[in-house]
């Protein structure tokens, strides 16, 4: 009987130091936790991967929100430029906990920072589809969207998560925000090496567009201009006598031709293959951008 006893102590002795321990190191996690989240408000922030690992045990190894703490030290490997560590702490979070897509969000908002948005994508979409209920997640991928100037995939992204939030305005919020990016600011491309056309490069049909910034092009193409070989300006179905005075094309009449009814001004940019049109009359948009149609490989 004495010994069960001793045997019974024994294991709640062990029981209890085992807990004891594992409180500790929770309580160490949880500190270090409030240093990496709000650096500017303690003694001892966490910059480095050096300091996470100082700082955090592995035990628990995630934090309070589900978030696996091999993913928060792969941010600051990445950012020191330690790819490979990165990768298999990711996947070590991954493992961890595989149902919120934060490895793939890491990884998604790593390339957008460093302007591989293919790659950016990739594990953005990833994430939204493993934890599209993430606000960060959503975020993640509406960025990448409105970086290509896709508000169809924006659109659809916010209809796949509004049945869950229909009284979570932050994600509405979200959803304006990048929207409005994809739809205005995606186009709003400088053109720095604007240089004056000569008339033999203006000959042809030139429709209108907006430029994207990786390239692309969104076409308006009932609006369109031709210079034609002849002499002759059409715009709108209507002709006029052109002539050209630097970079200012003058219209005029058949007719008439010593009488000029109206004029604009013409840029082009070699590095994106569009003439600028500045035109003077109120009535219509003052500044246009177009490209020659056959560089579209569009039909007349």
Known sequence: MEKKSTLNLLLLLSISVF???ILFLTLKSFIAML???FKDSTDNPITTSLEFENQFTNYPPINVAAIPLAANK???LLSEGRDAEARKALKEASDINPYIGFSDFVLSNYHYASGNIDSAQFYGQKAFNLWPKSLSNFDMINKVYAYQGDTLSILKSYID???FFKHREEYYNSFIKYYSLAKYSYYDVEYTDLQSISVIDLIGEWVRINNRKDGGVMVQSK???EFLSNGFFKSND???L???NGDEILLSFQNTPEKVISSFSVKYSPEW????????????????LFRKTSELNLDN
């Open 35 to 37: 240093n990496l989240q």
């Open 238 to 240: 209507k002709f006029y």
């Open 74 to 76: 792969a941010v600051f």
């Open 223 to 225: 609006t369109k201009i």
């Open 242 to 244: 052109f002539d050209q």
């Open 19 to 21: 807990t004891c321990v």
């Open 161 to 163: 998560i509004k049945d």
């Open 273 to 288: 293959k569009t003439l600028i049109v500045n035109f003077n009359d109120s009535s219509v948009d003052k500044v246009q």
